[in-house]
């Protein structure tokens, strides 16, 4: 037994090592300068660290505006995420209604259907809506379901909490709304954080959605600005690992600190059903 998970322990440490390589490759880079990044052969860790191209990487482009937008588009984002998709859990989990399980089946079935099939039709729309190169089409639909993933890991979340709370509430004089505000989303703080995070990665890293929407520089989020910096800057190889590490940084920072409340409310959305 011991030696199984001896094993068990190698292979994920081994994986680990695997998948981070990249990232340390990436930030050795961003401590290099030009000259080292050129030399033959190349060595991981830096012989003399610099943080030069970090304000370089920003000066280079808007990246306080590229910023600002992003964090203001995925602040409305992931609000509406949790706050929608509570919502429409809340229903799913606590209303037993006609046709309630095949709503429901359906709209897990809407994660099965590729994302390309509706961009030119959802396109069409908000241009018909004058609402291209606006932030309205990254910040809007999330406010309308927020996402078949997040309603199902709230849902199954929801069921795990005692119908007889709801009872001892309505019966205090409490509506159901109340009940979902103060009873049922304050319960849930584990899984909520899970959609927070995994809204949050999701809206900051969005490179398809500005890249359809957002026409004007001004409007870029910090991924269309990495490409932007890619296409102009593309040869300082320095400098694009920086800006590179400026947006995957934030993202990385919340993983973290969130880490524990993401494997506490995935694990226990999994007991919802039974």
């Known amino acids: 037994m011991k030696a199984r998970m001896s094993l068990v322990y190698f292979l994920l440490v081994l994986g680990a090592g695997v998948f981070v390589i990249p990232f340390l490759w990436t930030v050795s880079t961003a401590l290099k300068t030009s000259q080292e990044i050129a030399k033959d052969p190349v060595h991981l860790i830096p012989a003399k660290p610099t943080l030069e191209n970090f304000p370089g990487a920003w000066h280079a482009l808007p990246f306080t505006t590229f910023i600002g937008n992003t964090v203001f588009v995925t602040l409305l984002a992931t609000l509406g995420t949790v706050l929608s998709a509570a919502l429409v859990a809340y229903g799913f989990a606590r209303f037993k209604f006609k046709g309630r399980n095949a709503l429901f089946y359906t709209m897990l079935g809407t994660m099965m259907l590729p994302s390309q ?10 241009r018909q809506l004058h609402a291209i190169d606006t932030f309205i089409p990254l910040i809007l639909p999330a406010f309308f379901g927020g996402g078949p993933f997040n309603i ?5 979340f929801f069921l795990t909490i005692p119908h007889e709370l709801d009872e001892a509430m309505l019966i205090d004089g409490a509506s159901y709304p109340q009940i979902w505000w103060r009873l049922i989303l304050p319960l849930s703080q584990p899984a909520i954080a899970a959609v927070v995070v995994f809204s949050f990665i999701g809206n900051w890293d969005n490179f398809e959605g500005p890249l359809i929407y957002l026409n004007s520089p001004e409007n870029y989020t910090v991924a269309m600005g990495l490409r932007l910096f890619q296409d102009s800057f593309g040869t300082n190889m320095g400098q694009l690992m920086s800006a590179s590490l400026i947006q995957i940084v934030p993202t990385i920072v919340i993983f973290f600190l969130a880490q524990r409340y993401i494997i506490k ?3 226990v959305s999994g007991m919802g059903g039974r």
Request: glycine residues 6%.
């Open 152 to 156: 199902f890991l709230l849902r199954q």
């Open 265 to 267: 409310g995935v694990a």
């Open 117 to 126: 099939v509706t961009m030119i039709p959802v396109f069409l729309i908000w």
